[in-house]
């Protein structure tokens, strides 16, 4: 799996937009970006993930460069539940299943 | 998406004692589900995949004899800490893999607390 390297802490307003960066720089051609986050004490949650275009869905946007080097996940209108450590992970799609690699993530905290 | 339980929230043992942890898929059957560990103010560390059916696949450094993985059936995978030691308190918590694609999305249960005195 590529290396995926990122801030370890962010800080945000609530009602501002939170952009957390992520950098893959070795990151290969059949590999997904992935973004997971944890809320402190309990599982993670699947956010979004993207090949090489530009993804929106009901929580977050993702948006990868064109070389695919680096990505950054947009919280469009941040509230202070998305007080959480965010997980940028690379890996390829493999229909068993595949183990996650998590690395330590970007503690992102939302003031009011 | 799949619901994800695990039983216990939390325990607390005494040194020497086994422990069990169940990890639920509750409306999803999985053939593969994940065992991950989490230290304080640490990232999560995958521990085994449990294969139903089958032996469970232990990371490099797991003790296989220590941390028991039975997964009997579809919807349930059972992780027992032998002979807890205090070095073995931490946040357990189990993942089930989606069967479509999106592949390496997972399905976290909500953890286990283990302390042990």
């Known amino acids: 799996d590529a290396k995926t390297t990122q801030p370890t802490s962010m800080d945000c307003a609530e009602g501002r937009a939170a952009n957390l960066p992520c950098n893959h720089s070795?990151?290969?051609?059949?590999?997904?970006v992935y973004w997971y986050r944890q809320i402190h004490s309990q599982g993670p949650q699947y956010i979004i993930h993207g090949l090489k275009n530009n993804e929106t869905n009901e929580m977050a946007s993702l948006i990868i460069t064109e070389d695919r080097k680096s990505s950054t996940l947009i919280l469009p209108h941040a509230t202070l539940r998305d007080t959480a450590v965010y997980y940028c992970?690379?890996?390829?799609?493999?229909?068993?299943?595949?183990?996650?690699?998590f690395g330590e993530g970007t503690q992102l905290t939302v003031n009011p | 998406g799949a619901v994800v339980s695990q039983h216990p929230s939390w325990v607390i043992c005494k040194s020497g004692t086994s422990v069990k942890i169940e990890c639920r898929s509750l409306?999803?059957?999985?053939?593969?589900m994940f065992w991950y560990r989490q230290f304080p103010k640490q990232s999560l560390m995958l521990m085994a995949t449990s294969n139903e059916g089958s032996k469970a696949t232990y990371e490099q450094g797991v003790e296989k004899d220590k941390f028991l993985i039975n997964h009997a059936s579809l919807t349930l995978s059972t992780l027992t800490v032998t002979s807890a030691h205090p070095e073995d308190s931490s946040f357990y918590i189990c993942?089930?893999?989606?069967?479509?694609?999106?592949?390496?999305?997972?399905?976290f249960g909500p953890g286990t607390r283990l302390t042990v005195l």
């Open positions: 993942s089930v893999p989606n069967r479509t694609p999106p592949y390496n999305e997972q399905f």
């Open positions: 409306d999803f059957q999985a053939t593969t």
């Open positions: 992970i690379v890996r390829v799609e493999e229909t068993s299943g595949s183990r996650l690699t």
């Open positions: 070795t990151i290969s051609g059949n590999e997904y």
